[in-house]
C-alpha cells in the first residue's frame, strides 16, 4: 500500500479572503428603511399621543388641584383620587354597572350566540333577512334607542300607558325604581346583540368544513357538532366580545342620561359613573374632582378588562 505523505502547504504568499465592511451606502440604506417604517407608524403615534395620552395626562394634571374659594387653584397631591374612594355616590354608581355586567352581558353574550348557530346551522328559514333584522338595531344611535325605548316606556304617555288602558292591564311602570335598571339594561341588550351576533357568525365562517364532515360521519348530531366544535371555536371571539362589552358597560352614559329627563327621581346625576363625572364638571363645575373620578373609571375599567382577559386565557379561551 502506497503511503501518501502531505506536505505544508505555505500560504504565506497567499491572497488574504477580503472581508466586505459595511460602507455609508449600508447605512444610509438602513436608516432609510428605518425612517420608512417611522413613517407608516406616524399616524398611529399622532392618533394615540392628541387622543389617548394627552388627554390622560391633562386628567391626572387636574386631578392633582383643586379649586377654592380663597386662594384660587391648589396643589393636592392624591387627595382627590382618595376622596373619590371614599365617595358613596360614585361607589353607588358603580354598584348598578356592575349589577349590568354579571347579568346583562352574560344574557347577551348567550343570545348572540346562540343565534349565530342558528344561522350558521343552515336550517334557518329566510337566514339573510334574519341576520339583517338582528344586526340592525347596532345602526341605531344610541340616543336615537333611548328616546325610542323611552317612548314605550312611559306609563303616562307611551307603550305602557296603552296596553294598561285599552287592555285592562297593570304593567308596572320600567322607568320606576325597581325596573329602571333592568329596563336600561334592555335597551343595551337590544342595541349590541347584533354587533356580538356578527363577531361570533364571522368565527363560526372560518371552522374547517372537514370537522363537520368527519363528525357528520360518525353519526354525530346537530347538537353534539355544536357543543364539540362550534362552541370551542367560539371561545377567542366570546373572550374578545366580552372585553368590548366590560369596557361598554363602565361607559354607560346615553341611555341613563336620556331616560333621566323621563324619570328623574329614579335616575339620579351620578346613576353611572360616566354620568357622575360628566355632571360633576359641567353642571357643578368641580372639574379636578371630576379628572379624578374619570382616572378611577379608566383604572377600574382595564383592571377588569385585564383580569377577564387573563382568567380566560388561563381556560383555553
Known sequence: MAIVIQEPVDTAGAPRPVVPRPGRGAGAGAARRSWVGWAFVAPFLVVFLFAIVAPIGYATYLSLYREQLVGGKKFVGVDNLVDAFKDSQL????????????????????????????????????????????FLPYAVPSVIASLMWGFMYGDQFGLV???????????????????????????????????????????????????????ALDGASQWRIARSIKLPALRPAIAIASIFSIIGTFQLFNEPNILKTLAPNVISTFYTPNMYAFNLSFAGQQYNYSAAIALVVGVVTAVCAYVFQRAASRTGA
Open 91 to 134: 361607589r353607588s354608581s358603580f354598584g348598578r354597572v356592575a349589577l349590568i355586567l354579571v347579568i346583562q352581558v352574560p344574557v347577551m353574550i348567550v343570545l348572540a350566540a346562540a343565534i349565530a348557530l342558528a344561522i350558521d346551522s343552515g336550517r334557518l328559514a329566510g337566514a339573510r333577512l334574519f341576520r339583517i333584522s338582528v
Open 161 to 215: 300607558k296603552s296596553i294598561n288602558r285599552d287592555l285592562g292591564w297593570h304593567l308596572p311602570s320600567p322607568l320606576s325604581d325597581s325596573w329602571a335598571l333592568p329596563a336600561i339594561g334592555n335597551i343595551i341588550t337590544w342595541e349590541y346583540v347584533g354587533y356580538n351576533m356578527l363577531i361570533f357568525y364571522s368565527a363560526l365562517r372560518v371552522i374547517p368544513t372537514e370537522l363537520f364532515e368527519a363528525a
